[in-house]
């Protein structure tokens, strides 16, 4: 896996790694060791390792002697080695589990060749080479299994180390922060004066753990930094695929692609970009009323904008390969991120939101881009509700969390999916606001007029029928039956 670092950082690091007294469990020398098997068996050590001892990343280093770290150069070539036809870097790759970034990077220090592995710590899982997970005691590399108390810390710190806190980029100067980090939208979104000195800026920064103090000096630039206030994500390797995608297709499917963007920029700060850059993609249609024409979006705005704050907060940021991504076809827009939802789709609308990502969704409820309590899908559906829109679908495909926002249909050619669903989001957004279902709302809801009161009568019987919702009092007689959504029927709602 090849990666893009400037050679003067590669170098300083290099020489940093040679000041340590010894070697440590994150890092390990080596002058001409090009076995591939024992190469795997390090990555997976030094990565578990890395994760104990809360560094970002491990380091493998051939061309310096071991014990005086004097620069003695190597004759490994990594980008040129193969095993059995097959190049290095994929035999590896394809051999860990699960998948982690690992980067080769070969450098001229001091007149000598000298190649650095710089290996991402393990992050929910202990990294496996082949059928074994090593991890480093002391500067002995050894299977993991045999010793159960590094296994069991190591699963206590994947079981309480928040994306957030994890590092991004390590041991950057003041100087590098500024340059990475776009502080003048920090202090704009959080409404604060700019500070006139550095230090003040600095100070800012890490009073909300943005930053925090290298141990080698400096400071290391956390996800939440990162995520949040990039001036480009791509100078975070860890983060890059992060990024939100904005893909226009021609017709209803995927086959072919008309554009596609990458908002490159930290969610934060890129945030306003973001939503002018989904809006100027979305079509529009064309209406006259009162003898002016006027443009009318044809998805709701704050319903598209609800959507996608919820991608970015709530994604799991652990599954490597993958970010949010916005699809528009002529027929819809689709809204993923990846990661299966902490609460079941059916339940969006009633159950308190809940996020993996606390401490992101907390700063940017500070910064007033999401709200401070709900998760904005109850504004969904009242949003496609009153513009009378099929309604949405909140689904799961694999591992990605998806919401399907569909472009206005007549009523006639809404098919019976399309009416159960609407009957069931109807009924939810009726019962959180502490009203039910009625034949009355629900002709609103669909702009259909009184005199055709049975057709709803019908549409609510196919909800009924399909066990989406239910008689709030089944003894009531018709004109005043009232319904709810299966989940909160007086005998089967939650004590």
């Given at each position: 896996?090849?990666?893009?670092?400037?050679?003067?950082?590669?170098?300083?690091?290099?020489?940093?790694l040679r000041k340590l007294p010894k070697e440590t469990e994150w890092a390990e020398f080596k002058v001409n060791n090009t076995d591939p098997e024992e190469?795997?068996?390090?990555?997976?050590?030094?990565?578990?390792?890395?994760?104990?001892?809360?560094?970002?990343?491990?380091?493998?280093?051939?061309?310096?002697?071991?014990?005086?770290?004097?620069?003695?150069?190597?004759?490994?070539?990594?980008?040129?080695?193969?095993?059995?036809?097959?190049?290095?870097?994929?035999?590896?790759?394809?051999?860990?589990?699960?998948?982690?970034?690992?980067?080769?990077?070969?450098?001229?220090?001091?007149?000598?060749?000298?190649?650095?592995?710089?290996?991402?710590?393990?992050?929910?899982?202990?990294?496996?080479?082949?059928?074994?997970?090593?991890?480093?005691?002391?500067?002995?590399?050894?299977?993991?299994?045999?010793?159960?108390?590094?296994?069991?810390?190591?699963?206590?710190?994947?079981?309480?180390?928040?994306?957030?806190?994890?590092?991004?980029?390590?041991?950057?100067?003041?100087?590098?922060?500024?340059?990475?980090?776009?502080?003048?939208?920090?202090?704009?979104?959080?409404?604060?004066?700019?500070?006139?000195?550095?230090?003040?800026?600095?100070?800012?920064?890490?009073?909300?753990?943005?930053?925090?103090?290298?141990?080698?000096?400096?400071?290391?630039?956390?996800?939440?930094?990162?995520?949040?206030?990039?001036?480009?994500?791509?100078?975070?390797?860890?983060?890059?695929?992060?990024?939100?995608?904005?893909?226009?297709?021609?017709?209803?499917?995927?086959?072919?692609?008309?554009?596609?963007?990458?908002?490159?920029?930290?969610?934060?700060?890129?945030?306003?970009?973001?939503?002018?850059?989904?809006?100027?993609?979305?079509?529009?249609?064309?209406?006259?009323?009162?003898?002016?024409?006027?443009?009318?979006?044809?998805?709701?705005?704050?319903?598209?904008?609800?959507?996608?704050?919820?991608?970015?907060?709530?994604?799991?940021?652990?599954?490597?390969?993958?970010?949010?991504?916005?699809?528009?076809?002529?027929?819809?827009?689709?809204?993923?991120?990846?990661?299966?939802?902490?609460?079941?789709?059916?339940?969006?609308?009633?159950?308190?939101?809940?996020?993996?990502?606390?401490?992101?969704?907390?700063?940017?409820?500070?910064?007033?881009?999401?709200?401070?309590r709900g998760s904005g899908i109850d504004k969904v559906v009242l949003e496609t509700e009153f513009y009378q829109l099929p309604a949405p679908i909140f689904?799961?495909?694999?591992?990605?969390?998806?919401?399907?926002?569909?472009?206005?249909?007549?009523?006639?050619?809404?098919?019976?999916?399309?009416?159960?669903?609407?009957?069931?989001?109807?009924?939810?957004?009726?019962?959180?606001?502490?009203?039910?279902?009625?034949?009355?709302?629900?002709?609103?809801?669909?702009?259909?007029?009184?005199?055709?009161?049975?057709?709803?009568?019908?549409?609510?019987?196919?909800?009924?029928?399909?066990?989406?919702?239910?008689?709030?009092?089944?003894?009531?007689?018709?004109?005043?039956?009232?319904?709810?959504?299966?989940?909160?029927?007086?005998?089967?709602?939650?004590?």
């Amino acid at each position: 896996m090849s990666g893009t670092h400037e050679e003067e950082y590669l170098v300083g690091l290099v020489q940093e790694l040679r000041k340590l007294p010894k070697e440590t469990e994150w890092a390990e020398f080596k002058v001409n060791n090009t076995d591939p098997e024992e190469i795997g068996e390090y990555i997976s050590a030094l990565a578990n390792s890395a994760a104990l001892s809360g560094k970002s990343h491990a380091y493998l280093v051939w061309g310096i002697e071991d014990g005086t770290h004097a620069i003695v150069g190597t004759h490994f070539s990594p980008h040129t080695a193969k095993v059995h036809g097959e190049e290095l870097e994929n035999y590896l790759l394809r051999s860990l589990s699960p998948k982690i970034n690992f980067h080769f990077f070969e450098v001229t220090v001091e007149g000598h060749p000298v190649v650095l592995l710089e290996i991402e710590r393990a992050s929910r899982h202990p990294v496996r080479y082949k059928i074994h997970e090593f991890i480093r005691v002391g500067s002995y590399k050894k299977k993991l299994k045999d010793f159960p108390e590094k296994e069991r810390e190591l699963w206590r710190i994947f079981d309480q180390t928040p994306f957030e806190e994890m590092i991004a980029k390590e041991r950057v100067s003041d100087d590098e922060v500024l340059k990475l980090l776009d502080y003048p939208a920090y202090f704009d979104l959080m409404k604060l004066p700019l500070p006139e000195s550095r230090k003040g800026i600095i100070e800012a920064l890490a009073d909300d753990e943005l930053i925090q103090p290298a141990e080698a000096g400096g400071w290391d630039i956390t996800n939440l930094g990162a995520i949040l206030f990039a001036r480009r994500l791509g100078a975070f390797r860890t983060l890059r695929r992060k990024a939100i995608r904005i893909i226009i297709y021609r017709g209803n499917s995927r086959f072919e692609t008309i554009k596609e963007q990458v908002i490159d920029k930290g969610y934060a700060s890129g945030f306003g970009d973001l939503i002018v850059s989904i809006n100027s993609f979305l079509p529009s249609n064309e209406e006259i009323k009162n003898a002016l024409r006027k443009t009318v979006p044809r998805y709701p705005e704050l319903a598209v904008r609800e959507l996608v704050v919820n991608a970015l907060i709530h994604q799991d940021f652990f599954l490597t390969g993958t970010g949010p991504m916005v699809e528009i076809f002529d027929d819809r827009m689709e809204i993923s991120n990846p990661g299966i939802p902490l609460v079941a789709t059916e339940r969006f609308l009633d159950t308190s939101p809940k996020s993996r990502n606390e401490t992101l969704a907390s700063l940017m409820r500070r910064m007033g881009i999401c709200e401070e309590r709900g998760s904005g899908i109850d504004k969904v559906v009242l949003e496609t509700e009153f513009y009378q829109l099929p309604a949405p679908i909140f689904e799961v495909t694999g591992e990605t969390t998806r919401t399907v926002l569909f472009s206005p249909r007549p009523l006639t050619r809404m098919d019976k999916a399309d009416r159960v669903r609407a009957c069931y989001l109807h009924a939810c957004l009726k019962y959180v606001n502490r009203e039910y279902l009625t034949n009355r709302s629900l002709r609103k809801r669909f702009g259909i007029a009184p005199k055709n009161s049975a057709i709803v009568s019908r549409y609510i019987k196919e909800a009924i029928d399909m066990g989406e919702i239910l008689p709030y009092d089944p003894t009531a007689g018709s004109k005043i039956m009232k319904y709810v959504p299966w989940w909160a029927a007086p005998d089967t709602e939650d004590a």
